[in-house]
């Protein structure tokens, strides 16, 4: 086996789209320190590329993840995890990302697997996903965001069910609930994941961090505030030639040509 198929995460670049494929198959990529770590960098390193504009994190076809890695966790006491800034540390880098981030989920997508997910900006789910916060089983609970990002995507009742189960919800049903964005069949999710991905990053570089960055207000904040915010983002493209170029193609009935500046 080569030192690259040994790598948690393998990296891979298409175009302008980025590709992370976690790799951890015979752990059903469960997350571990040293998946999360690489995933992190990987990440940064894709946001700071100017030749990248959408990044993809997919899995196997078995598993996106199954959550965060138990046999790790199983000897740490408290006063490690708090010493050690358990998910802080790594997993929320992922926050720091500017760039959209898609999520190309196949089979199961639970605990930390869902929750990473859930922190992705779309999620496009094969008709195989299977979706969930089983943690209550281990006598833990969802703690890389999943208490609070699951409520905001499906409303307090399901994710209550959810959480509280620990019973997993298919595709259709995550469909449903809003939790993703769209739902194919398995064998189309790397290429309906690549084009959504392609098409996002021939936009307008930063009319897109600028735009999912109002987004994640909308998420996050109140709605006064989120109006604000977005007010001021709007009157900003005003100062980018990529907008200027966007409106003078539409009038001219040409593609617009993006500097991405
Ligand atoms: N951590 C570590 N190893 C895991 C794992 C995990 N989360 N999930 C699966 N694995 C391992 C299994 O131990 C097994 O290893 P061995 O072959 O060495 O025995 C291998 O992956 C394959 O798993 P199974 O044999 O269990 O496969 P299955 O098809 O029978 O079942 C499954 C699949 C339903 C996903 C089952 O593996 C499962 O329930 N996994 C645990 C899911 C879970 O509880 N996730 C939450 C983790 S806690 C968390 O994420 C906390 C947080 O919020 C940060």
């Given at each position: 086996m080569?030192?690259?198929?040994e790598?948690?995460?393998?990296?891979?670049?298409?175009?302008?789209v980025?590709?992370?494929?976690?790799n951890?198959?015979?752990q059903?990529?469960?997350?571990?320190?040293?998946?999360?770590?690489?995933?992190?960098?990987?990440l940064?390193?894709?946001?700071?590329?100017?030749?990248?504009?959408?990044?993809?994190?997919?899995?196997?076809d078995?598993?996106?993840?199954?959550?965060?890695d138990?046999?790790?966790?199983?000897g740490?006491?408290?006063?490690?995890v708090?010493?050690d800034?358990?998910?802080?540390?790594?997993?929320?880098?992922?926050?720091?990302?500017?760039?959209?981030?898609?999520a190309?989920?196949?089979?199961?997508?639970?605990?930390?697997?869902c929750?990473?997910?859930l922190?992705?900006?779309?999620?496009?789910?094969?008709e195989?996903?299977r979706?969930?916060?089983?943690e209550?089983?281990?006598?833990?609970?969802p703690?890389?965001?999943?208490?609070?990002?699951?409520?905001?995507?499906?409303?307090?009742?399901?994710?209550?069910?959810?959480?509280l189960?620990?019973?997993?919800?298919?595709?259709?049903?995550?469909?449903?609930?809003?939790?993703?964005?769209?739902?194919?069949?398995?064998?189309?999710?790397?290429?309906?994941?690549?084009?959504?991905?392609?098409?996002v990053?021939?936009?307008?570089?930063?009319?897109?961090?600028?735009?999912?960055?109002?987004?994640?207000?909308?998420?996050?904040?109140?709605?006064?505030e989120?109006i604000?915010?977005?007010?001021?983002e709007?009157?900003?493209?005003?100062?980018?030639?990529?907008?200027?170029?966007?409106?003078?193609?539409?009038?001219?009935?040409?593609?617009?040509?993006?500097?991405?500046?």
């Open positions: 080569s030192a690259v198929s790598s948690p995460v393998l990296v891979r670049r298409e175009g302008r980025g590709i992370l494929t976690l951890r198959p015979q059903l990529n469960a997350l571990n320190d040293a998946l999360m770590d690489a995933l992190g960098a990987a940064l390193a894709f946001d700071a590329d100017e030749g990248i504009g959408a990044i993809v994190i997919t899995g196997s078995k598993a996106f993840a199954a959550g965060a138990i046999a790790a966790m199983a740490w006491t408290y006063t490690e708090v010493r800034q358990f998910i802080t540390r790594n997993w929320e880098t992922l926050r720091q990302v500017r760039k959209p981030v898609i190309a989920v196949a089979g199961f997508a639970l605990g930390g697997g929750e990473l997910a922190a992705c900006d779309i999620v496009v789910a094969a195989s996903a979706f969930g916060l089983p209550i089983k281990l006598a833990m609970l703690g890389a965001g999943g208490t609070q990002r699951l409520p905001r995507a499906i409303g307090k009742a399901k994710a209550m069910d959810l959480c189960s620990g019973r997993l919800m298919d595709a259709a049903e995550a469909d449903r609930l809003g939790l993703v964005s769209r739902v194919v069949p398995a064998e189309r999710l790397a290429d309906e994941a690549l084009g959504l991905a392609a098409t990053a021939g936009y307008s570089l930063p009319a897109l961090m600028s735009l999912k960055a109002c987004v994640q207000r909308a998420w996050e904040g109140s709605l006064t989120g604000g915010y977005e007010r001021r709007l009157y900003a493209r005003f100062a980018t030639e990529d907008a200027r170029e966007g409106m003078q193609a539409f009038l001219a009935k040409r593609p617009p040509v993006f500097q991405h500046r």
